[in-house]
């Protein structure tokens, strides 16, 4: 198993950039898909972003693409998400998620329930 710590967020105006990061202790990194999930006030926790294994692979979710970018160091095993033009909307609290048993698909990456592993959550702020 993994242990997962998320850092890295704050409050920022509309259109700044922030880059989040998880980072990983314990078990192989490189065998796990990684994702971002997060969750705003009274909404349910939604699929942001995921990366495959090795990285070369990556998903999003349709409000963030284009402006948000997973990435993974696996030698560092850290995951990140680099968020640039942040919007209001976009507010909410972030959570870095681990697997090491789903195949890389859209309905299991994008799912929280395929994760077995959490990051204790991060707080993003934009402001308008």
């Known amino acids: 198993q993994v242990q997962l710590v998320d850092t890295g967020g704050g409050l920022v105006q509309a259109g700044d950039s922030l880059r989040l990061s998880c980072a990983a202790s314990g078990g192989t990194f490189s065998s796990y898909v990684m994702g971002w999930f997060r969750q705003a006030p009274g909404k349910e926790r939604e699929f942001v972003a995921a990366i495959s294994r090795t990285g070369l692979t990556t998903s999003y979710e349709d409000s963030v693409k284009g402006r948000f970018t997973i990435s993974r160091d696996n030698n560092k095993n850290t995951l990140y998400l680099q968020m640039n033009h942040l919007k209001p909307e976009d507010t909410a609290v972030y959570y870095c998620?681990?697997?090491?048993?789903?195949?890389?698909?859209?309905?299991?990456?994008?799912?929280?329930?395929?994760?077995?592993?959490w990051g204790q959550g991060t707080q993003v702020t934009v402001s308008s």
């Open positions: 998620a681990a697997d090491r048993r789903t195949d890389y698909r859209p309905t299991l990456y994008s799912t929280s329930r395929s994760y077995e592993y």
